[in-house]
Protein backbone atom coordinates (compact mmCIF):
# COMPACT_ATOMS: atom_id res chain seq x y z
CA UNK A 1 0.00 0.00 0.00
CA UNK A 2 0.90 3.60 -0.12
CA UNK A 3 0.55 6.53 1.83
CA UNK A 4 -2.25 7.77 -0.87
CA UNK A 5 -3.89 4.56 -0.54
CA UNK A 6 -4.28 4.63 3.11
CA UNK A 7 -5.65 8.21 3.22
CA UNK A 8 -8.13 6.78 0.79
CA UNK A 9 -8.91 4.37 3.21
CA UNK A 10 -9.17 6.41 6.12
CA UNK A 11 -11.95 9.02 4.40
CA UNK A 12 -13.42 5.94 2.83
CA UNK A 13 -13.96 4.78 6.88
CA UNK A 14 -15.06 8.31 7.95
CA UNK A 15 -17.57 8.20 4.94
CA UNK A 16 -18.83 4.83 6.09
CA UNK A 17 -18.88 5.46 9.77
CA UNK A 18 -16.43 2.81 10.08
CA UNK A 19 -14.84 4.21 13.55
CA UNK A 20 -13.04 0.52 14.51
CA UNK A 21 -12.06 0.08 10.95
CA UNK A 22 -10.51 3.82 11.22
CA UNK A 23 -8.33 3.07 14.76
CA UNK A 24 -7.23 -0.17 13.34
CA UNK A 25 -5.38 1.66 11.01
CA UNK A 26 -3.51 3.36 13.45
CA UNK A 27 -0.38 2.79 15.52
CA UNK A 28 -0.81 2.12 19.01
CA UNK A 29 0.14 5.35 19.95
CA UNK A 30 -1.21 7.23 17.38
CA UNK A 31 -1.99 11.25 18.19
CA UNK A 32 -4.66 13.57 17.24
CA UNK A 33 -5.19 16.99 16.81
CA UNK A 34 -8.34 18.18 15.89
CA UNK A 35 -7.29 22.08 16.00
CA UNK A 36 -10.58 23.34 16.28
CA UNK A 37 -12.32 21.75 18.70
CA UNK A 38 -8.18 22.10 20.83
CA UNK A 39 -8.79 18.30 21.18
CA UNK A 40 -5.01 17.12 21.29
CA UNK A 41 -3.91 13.18 22.50
CA UNK A 42 -4.93 9.96 21.65
CA UNK A 43 -6.20 8.98 18.45
CA UNK A 44 -7.62 5.61 20.28
CA UNK A 45 -9.77 7.70 22.89
CA UNK A 46 -10.25 11.38 21.90
CA UNK A 47 -10.06 11.05 17.82
CA UNK A 48 -12.38 8.07 18.34
CA UNK A 49 -14.90 9.90 20.16
CA UNK A 50 -15.29 12.36 17.93
CA UNK A 51 -15.70 10.25 14.77
CA UNK A 52 -18.08 8.72 16.56
CA UNK A 53 -19.96 11.66 17.43
CA UNK A 54 -19.72 12.86 13.13
CA UNK A 55 -21.13 9.31 12.10
CA UNK A 56 -23.91 9.81 14.85
CA UNK A 57 -25.08 13.23 14.46
CA UNK A 58 -24.49 13.08 10.40
CA UNK A 59 -25.99 9.89 9.45
CA UNK A 60 -25.83 10.33 5.52
CA UNK A 61 -22.31 11.83 5.86
CA UNK A 62 -20.33 12.19 2.55
CA UNK A 63 -16.38 12.66 2.19
CA UNK A 64 -15.47 14.34 -0.89
CA UNK A 65 -11.92 14.14 -1.25
CA UNK A 66 -10.62 17.25 -3.49
CA UNK A 67 -7.02 17.27 -3.00
CA UNK A 68 -4.23 14.48 -1.85
CA UNK A 69 -0.60 14.79 -2.08
CA UNK A 70 1.68 12.58 0.08
CA UNK A 71 5.09 14.57 0.79
CA UNK A 72 8.31 12.87 1.39
CA UNK A 73 8.32 12.02 4.70
CA UNK A 74 5.79 9.80 4.19
CA UNK A 75 2.76 12.13 5.47
CA UNK A 76 -0.87 12.32 3.37
CA UNK A 77 -2.22 15.92 2.70
CA UNK A 78 -5.54 16.28 2.42
CA UNK A 79 -8.53 18.10 1.22
CA UNK A 80 -12.39 17.08 2.28
CA UNK A 81 -15.69 18.75 1.93
CA UNK A 82 -17.54 16.97 4.86
CA UNK A 83 -21.23 17.19 3.97
CA UNK A 84 -24.69 15.66 5.61
CA UNK A 85 -27.60 16.06 7.25
CA UNK A 86 -27.75 16.80 11.06
CA UNK A 87 -29.83 14.41 12.73
CA UNK A 88 -28.50 14.80 15.99
CA UNK A 89 -26.55 17.10 18.38
CA UNK A 90 -22.98 17.53 17.30
CA UNK A 91 -20.19 19.49 19.29
CA UNK A 92 -22.75 21.53 21.75
CA UNK A 93 -24.74 22.25 18.79
CA UNK A 94 -28.73 21.34 19.04
CA UNK A 95 -30.01 19.56 15.95
CA UNK A 96 -31.92 21.93 13.07
CA UNK A 97 -31.45 19.20 11.01
CA UNK A 98 -29.35 21.19 8.92
CA UNK A 99 -27.32 19.92 6.03
CA UNK A 100 -23.83 20.88 6.45
CA UNK A 101 -21.08 21.05 3.83
CA UNK A 102 -17.47 21.98 5.14
CA UNK A 103 -13.64 22.33 3.53
CA UNK A 104 -11.33 20.73 5.53
CA UNK A 105 -7.23 20.22 5.60
CA UNK A 106 -6.37 17.20 7.01
CA UNK A 107 -2.79 15.72 7.80
CA UNK A 108 -1.89 11.83 8.11
CA UNK A 109 1.30 11.39 9.16
CA UNK A 110 2.48 7.20 7.84
CA UNK A 111 4.71 4.82 8.91
CA UNK A 112 6.68 2.85 6.86
CA UNK A 113 4.22 -0.07 6.94
CA UNK A 114 1.55 1.89 6.44
CA UNK A 115 0.10 2.79 9.65
CA UNK A 116 -1.24 6.48 10.77
CA UNK A 117 1.21 7.76 13.32
CA UNK A 118 -0.69 11.20 14.19
CA UNK A 119 -3.47 12.77 12.72
CA UNK A 120 -4.12 16.42 12.22
CA UNK A 121 -7.26 18.42 11.25
CA UNK A 122 -8.03 21.77 9.92
CA UNK A 123 -11.26 23.99 9.76
CA UNK A 124 -13.09 26.48 10.71
CA UNK A 125 -15.56 26.02 13.50
CA UNK A 126 -17.20 29.38 13.04
CA UNK A 127 -18.59 28.13 9.64
CA UNK A 128 -19.42 24.78 10.69
CA UNK A 129 -21.55 26.59 13.42
CA UNK A 130 -23.09 29.19 10.73
CA UNK A 131 -24.36 26.07 8.93
CA UNK A 132 -26.19 24.45 12.14
CA UNK A 133 -27.36 27.97 12.91
CA UNK A 134 -25.61 28.69 15.77
CA UNK A 135 -25.37 32.47 16.30
CA UNK A 136 -23.18 33.29 19.20
CA UNK A 137 -20.00 31.59 20.59
CA UNK A 138 -20.30 31.91 23.46
CA UNK A 139 -23.93 30.29 23.63
CA UNK A 140 -23.51 27.56 20.50
CA UNK A 141 -26.65 26.01 22.38
CA UNK A 142 -29.09 29.02 21.20
CA UNK A 143 -29.48 29.15 17.54
CA UNK A 144 -31.87 30.77 15.18
CA UNK A 145 -34.71 28.70 16.16
CA UNK A 146 -34.12 28.72 19.92
CA UNK A 147 -34.31 25.02 20.06
CA UNK A 148 -31.91 22.93 22.30
CA UNK A 149 -31.19 25.28 25.10
CA UNK A 150 -29.83 23.74 27.98
CA UNK A 151 -27.51 21.08 26.27
CA UNK A 152 -24.10 20.92 27.44
CA UNK A 153 -22.28 18.54 25.13
CA UNK A 154 -22.37 15.01 24.59
CA UNK A 155 -20.87 12.90 27.18
CA UNK A 156 -17.85 12.37 24.56
CA UNK A 157 -15.28 13.50 26.55
CA UNK A 158 -14.45 16.19 23.80
CA UNK A 159 -13.84 19.45 24.94
CA UNK A 160 -16.42 21.99 23.92
CA UNK A 161 -15.69 25.26 25.44
CA UNK A 162 -19.27 25.25 25.75
CA UNK A 163 -20.49 28.31 28.52
CA UNK B 1 10.57 27.49 15.69
CA UNK B 2 12.05 29.95 12.84
CA UNK B 3 11.83 28.87 9.19
CA UNK B 4 15.93 29.17 9.38
CA UNK B 5 15.65 26.10 11.13
CA UNK B 6 13.08 24.03 9.00
CA UNK B 7 14.54 21.28 6.72
CA UNK B 8 13.41 20.75 3.52
CA UNK B 9 13.51 16.87 4.43
CA UNK B 10 15.95 14.21 3.88
CA UNK B 11 16.73 13.10 0.22
CA UNK B 12 15.23 16.32 -1.35
CA UNK B 13 14.68 16.66 -4.89
CA UNK B 14 15.15 19.59 -6.34
CA UNK B 15 12.01 20.14 -7.24
CA UNK B 16 11.13 19.76 -3.61
CA UNK B 17 14.19 22.20 -2.61
CA UNK B 18 13.09 25.07 -4.64
CA UNK B 19 9.49 24.83 -3.73
CA UNK B 20 10.34 24.62 0.19
CA UNK B 21 12.39 27.89 -0.62
CA UNK B 22 9.87 29.70 -2.61
CA UNK B 23 7.24 28.97 0.47
CA UNK B 24 9.86 29.44 3.25
CA UNK B 25 10.67 33.21 1.36
CA UNK B 26 6.79 33.95 1.13
CA UNK B 27 6.13 33.55 4.99
CA UNK B 28 9.61 35.81 5.91
CA UNK B 29 8.29 38.41 3.62
CA UNK B 30 4.90 37.94 5.57
CA UNK B 31 6.66 38.66 8.87
CA UNK B 32 8.12 41.42 7.37
CA UNK B 33 4.84 42.56 6.87
CA UNK B 34 5.86 42.84 2.88
CA UNK B 35 2.84 42.58 0.63
CA UNK B 36 4.32 42.97 -2.21
CA UNK B 37 7.55 40.87 -1.45
CA UNK B 38 5.11 37.83 -1.22
CA UNK B 39 2.88 38.44 -4.36
CA UNK B 40 6.48 38.77 -5.88
CA UNK B 41 6.65 34.81 -5.01
CA UNK B 42 3.91 34.21 -6.96
CA UNK B 43 2.86 34.30 -10.61
CA UNK B 44 0.73 36.80 -12.33
CA UNK B 45 -2.39 34.55 -12.50
CA UNK B 46 -1.70 32.58 -8.81
CA UNK B 47 -4.45 30.88 -7.37
CA UNK B 48 -6.05 32.46 -3.78
CA UNK B 49 -8.20 30.41 -1.57
CA UNK B 50 -8.85 31.39 1.95
CA UNK B 51 -11.66 28.80 3.12
CA UNK B 52 -12.87 30.29 6.25
CA UNK B 53 -13.17 33.60 4.77
CA UNK B 54 -16.69 33.99 4.19
CA UNK B 55 -19.25 37.04 4.38
CA UNK B 56 -22.78 36.42 4.45
CA UNK B 57 -24.96 38.96 3.53
CA UNK B 58 -28.46 39.55 2.79
CA UNK B 59 -27.74 38.56 -0.89
CA UNK B 60 -24.92 36.72 -1.37
CA UNK B 61 -21.97 34.97 0.15
CA UNK B 62 -18.37 36.53 -0.27
CA UNK B 63 -15.74 33.94 -0.57
CA UNK B 64 -12.13 34.74 0.14
CA UNK B 65 -11.86 32.46 -3.64
CA UNK B 66 -9.97 34.01 -6.80
CA UNK B 67 -6.52 35.07 -7.71
CA UNK B 68 -3.47 36.57 -5.34
CA UNK B 69 -3.68 39.75 -6.94
CA UNK B 70 -7.53 40.50 -6.52
CA UNK B 71 -8.51 38.71 -3.32
CA UNK B 72 -5.24 37.97 -1.87
CA UNK B 73 -3.51 41.13 -1.91
CA UNK B 74 -6.06 43.42 -0.57
CA UNK B 75 -6.87 40.66 2.38
CA UNK B 76 -3.28 40.55 3.39
CA UNK B 77 -2.88 44.30 3.29
CA UNK B 78 -6.09 44.63 5.22
CA UNK B 79 -4.82 42.14 7.69
CA UNK B 80 -1.95 43.68 8.09
CA UNK B 81 -3.40 47.17 8.70
CA UNK B 82 -5.13 46.42 11.44
CA UNK B 83 -2.88 44.21 12.86
CA UNK B 84 0.15 46.29 12.78
CA UNK B 85 2.61 43.18 14.16
CA UNK B 86 1.03 40.43 12.34
CA UNK B 87 3.71 37.76 12.68
CA UNK B 88 3.95 34.41 11.74
CA UNK B 89 5.88 31.50 13.21
CA UNK B 90 6.28 28.16 10.79
CA UNK B 91 6.16 24.92 12.88
CA UNK B 92 6.44 22.53 10.06
CA UNK B 93 7.16 22.27 6.29
CA UNK B 94 6.30 19.44 4.17
CA UNK B 95 6.89 18.93 0.48
CA UNK B 96 6.32 16.84 -2.39
CA UNK B 97 8.81 16.42 -5.71
CA UNK B 98 5.43 17.84 -7.20
CA UNK B 99 5.77 21.65 -6.62
CA UNK B 100 3.20 21.03 -3.48
CA UNK B 101 3.55 22.28 -0.28
CA UNK B 102 1.84 22.01 3.37
CA UNK B 103 2.70 24.14 5.98
CA UNK B 104 2.02 24.29 10.07
CA UNK B 105 2.12 27.68 11.39
CA UNK B 106 1.14 30.18 13.73
CA UNK B 107 0.31 33.32 13.32
CA UNK B 108 -0.12 36.54 15.81
CA UNK B 109 -1.19 40.11 16.25
CA UNK B 110 -2.33 42.85 18.50
CA UNK B 111 -5.64 44.15 17.17
CA UNK B 112 -5.35 48.00 16.06
CA UNK B 113 -8.07 48.13 13.91
CA UNK B 114 -11.44 46.73 13.19
CA UNK B 115 -11.34 43.87 10.73
CA UNK B 116 -14.67 43.02 8.82
CA UNK B 117 -17.06 42.61 11.78
CA UNK B 118 -14.49 42.45 14.57
CA UNK B 119 -14.57 45.89 16.41
CA UNK B 120 -11.39 46.49 17.65
CA UNK B 121 -10.75 45.76 21.19
CA UNK B 122 -7.32 46.19 21.29
CA UNK B 123 -7.16 42.36 22.05
CA UNK B 124 -4.68 39.98 20.61
CA UNK B 125 -4.38 36.27 19.03
CA UNK B 126 -2.62 33.29 17.99
CA UNK B 127 -3.97 30.97 15.92
CA UNK B 128 -2.82 28.30 14.34
CA UNK B 129 -3.30 27.55 10.58
CA UNK B 130 -2.22 24.85 7.30
CA UNK B 131 -1.33 26.18 4.37
CA UNK B 132 -1.02 24.46 1.31
CA UNK B 133 0.58 25.89 -1.62
CA UNK B 134 1.30 24.67 -5.27
CA UNK B 135 4.77 25.63 -6.64
CA UNK B 136 5.86 25.86 -10.00
CA UNK B 137 9.04 24.57 -11.40
CA UNK B 138 10.45 27.66 -11.98
CA UNK B 139 9.29 28.63 -8.41
CA UNK B 140 6.61 30.81 -8.15
CA UNK B 141 3.78 30.03 -6.23
CA UNK B 142 0.31 29.43 -8.41
CA UNK B 143 -1.67 28.49 -5.23
CA UNK B 144 -2.37 29.28 -2.03
CA UNK B 145 -4.70 27.98 -0.19
CA UNK B 146 -5.31 28.58 4.35
CA UNK B 147 -7.44 26.74 6.94
CA UNK B 148 -7.59 28.31 10.30
CA UNK B 149 -10.53 28.47 13.00
CA UNK B 150 -12.71 32.08 12.87
CA UNK B 151 -14.26 30.74 16.24
CA UNK B 152 -10.91 31.21 17.99
CA UNK B 153 -9.62 33.85 16.85
CA UNK B 154 -13.31 35.73 17.34
CA UNK B 155 -12.94 34.36 20.89
CA UNK B 156 -9.72 35.46 21.37
CA UNK B 157 -10.34 39.04 20.04
CA UNK B 158 -13.33 39.68 22.08
CA UNK B 159 -16.32 38.94 19.36
CA UNK B 160 -18.74 36.41 20.09
CA UNK B 161 -20.98 36.94 16.98
CA UNK B 162 -20.81 34.20 14.23
CA UNK B 163 -21.73 36.41 11.93
Known amino acids: ?163 | MGTEAMPAGCGTTSREATATATVIGFFDAYRARDVEGMIELCTDNADFRYVPFEVWGRQRVLHGDGKVCTIGKPIWTALIDAFPDLINTVTSIRADGEGNVAVQADISGTQAKDFGVIACAGGDFELPHLFLFHVTGHGLIDDVVSYWDNAQWKKQLGWFEVD
Open chain 1, 1 to 163: MSARKVAREFFDHMQAADVDEILCMMTPDAAVSLVPLQVHGSMAAKGGDYLRELARSFPDLVIRLRRLFVTTDNTAVAEITIEGTQADAFLGAANLEKHVDLDQGWILEVTPDDRISAVTAYWDQNQLYRRLGVKRLDKITITTRGGGVGYRGHASGLRHDVT
